[in-house]
């Protein structure tokens, strides 16, 4: 009876500490909108880069959100300029030295610059034949030069100088 009751206790020891860890981990969300800083609700593209940094490009221009606020790069309140005249955001890519390149609808490209927070207008426009179209940027690399190559499914490939 005793080597009994040792061994339900044993039992017991070692399947409590499953049922504890079993519950579901609590998770918590936060709901970004225009109303709390968004430039626009409809988001078009969502990239979290190599700093935890996360960006959204949406039809009213880029959102930067840092998990404590968003900035954005349309608004005339922020110190950012915006060098694109369309603001409606299609792709958002990272390089190997962790510059932001954006492209938008009108074929326009531009990088975000870490030290100063400004986006800076990229010398090469898209193709005309992808400008206003529905063929979206599917894939980004960059070569040794740091030039971004950026392939379009059903449209090429452009060239974009991170360099200037």
Sequence with gaps: MRSIKHLLLLLIYLISPLTLSGEPPQLTFNKLTNKNGLSHNRINKIYQDS??????GTLQGLNRYDG???SNFDSPLTKCDNPISNQLILTIFENQDSAITITNLTGEAAVYDRQSGKLIRAKTQL???LINSSIYARNKVEDSEKNSWFAFYGGG???VDNKN
Aim: aromatic share 20%; net charge positive; charged share 20%.
């Design 157 to 159: 490939v452009v060239k």
């Design 68 to 70: 404590l606020r968003v």
């Design 127 to 129: 193709p005309k034949s």
């Design 51 to 56: 700093y935890g940094i996360m960006w959204f």
